[in-house]
C-alpha cells in the first residue's frame, strides 16, 4: 500500500509536465476568502502546502503576502517560479513531502494554507502528523486554513479503495473526509469555521476549514 501511496508524487510530476494550467490560473475561492481573512487580522508571512502550478500562490503574493510555498514535484514548483518571474512577485520556493517534518523553526509565519492537500493520500496517521507540524511552525493565534472533499462528493466510493476513506480514480488518490474526522484533527487548535462549497465541473464538494492556533 505504501508504494502504490508513493507514486503518486511521479503522477502528479508527469500530469504537471503535460499541462501547465491543470487547474486553471484564477484563484480558487478559499485563496480568495483567505486573502480577506489575513488582511483583516493583519497577517503578514503565509506558509502555503501543495501549490501546485501557482494559481493561488501568485495570488497571495500579488495580495501583498510575504508567501513561502512547499510541494511534491519539482515541475509544479518551476512553473510557479517561472510565472514569478514574470509577473515580478518574490516568494519562497521548496520541494517537501509533507509526511516528513516541515523545514522551518517553531513559530515562523502567521498563517498556513492548503488547498486540497489534506485529501491527498496521507492516512489519518499522516494528518495528525502534519497538523502537530503545522501547529509548531505558526504563531500563537496563528491560522491554517485547508479543504478537503468530503463524503457528499459524487466521487465517494468510486474507483479502487486505498484504504481508510481514500480511492484512486483516475490514477489519482482522494482522501475524503467527514465531519467527525475534520473535529478529529484539531489537537492545538480552536475550529473556527467550517464552510461547504463546490469547485470545478463535476462538481467537486469540499470543505474549507478555519483553524486558530491556541
Not at 508524487?9 to 486553471?24: D, L, P
Request: hydrophobic fraction near 35%.
Amino acid at each position: 500500500m505504501q508504494s502504490v501511496l508513493d507514486a503518486q508524487q511521479n503522477h502528479w510530476e508527469t500530469m504537471f509536465g503535460k499541462n501547465s494550467e491543470m487547474f486553471g490560473l484564477e484563484a480558487s475561492y478559499p485563496a480568495y476568502y483567505a486573502t480577506a481573512l489575513f488582511h483583516e487580522k493583519g497577517v503578514s508571512s503565509l506558509l502555503e502546502l501543495g501549490a501546485g502550478q501557482g494559481r493561488d500562490t501568485l495570488f497571495f503574493a500579488h495580495n501583498g503576502l510575504h508567501v513561502s510555498a512547499l510541494d511534491y514535484t519539482q515541475k509544479g514548483l518551476d512553473a510557479i517560479a517561472n510565472r514569478a518571474k514574470n509577473l515580478n512577485l518574490s516568494l519562497s520556493l521548496c520541494q517537501h513531502d509533507v509526511r516528513k517534518p516541515l523545514p522551518f523553526e517553531d513559530a515562523s509565519f502567521d498563517a498556513c494554507f492548503s488547498h486540497m492537500l489534506y485529501c491527498m493520500p496521507l492516512s489519518t496517521a499522516d494528518l495528525e502528523f502534519l497538523n502537530g507540524e503545522i501547529c509548531r511552525i505558526l504563531k500563537p493565534g496563528g491560522y491554517n486554513i485547508y479543504t478537503v472533499r468530503h463524503m457528499e462528493d459524487s466521487h465517494y466510493k468510486q474507483g479502487i479503495h486505498r484504504g481508510e476513506e481514500m480511492y484512486e480514480m483516475g490514477g489519482f488518490i482522494v482522501h475524503f473526509f467527514s465531519s467527525e474526522k475534520v473535529q478529529s484533527l484539531t489537537k492545538g487548535f480552536e475550529l473556527i469555521h467550517v464552510e461547504k462549497f463546490e469547485e470545478g465541473g463535476l462538481p467537486r464538494k469540499l470543505f474549507c476549514v478555519t483553524l486558530k492556533k491556541m
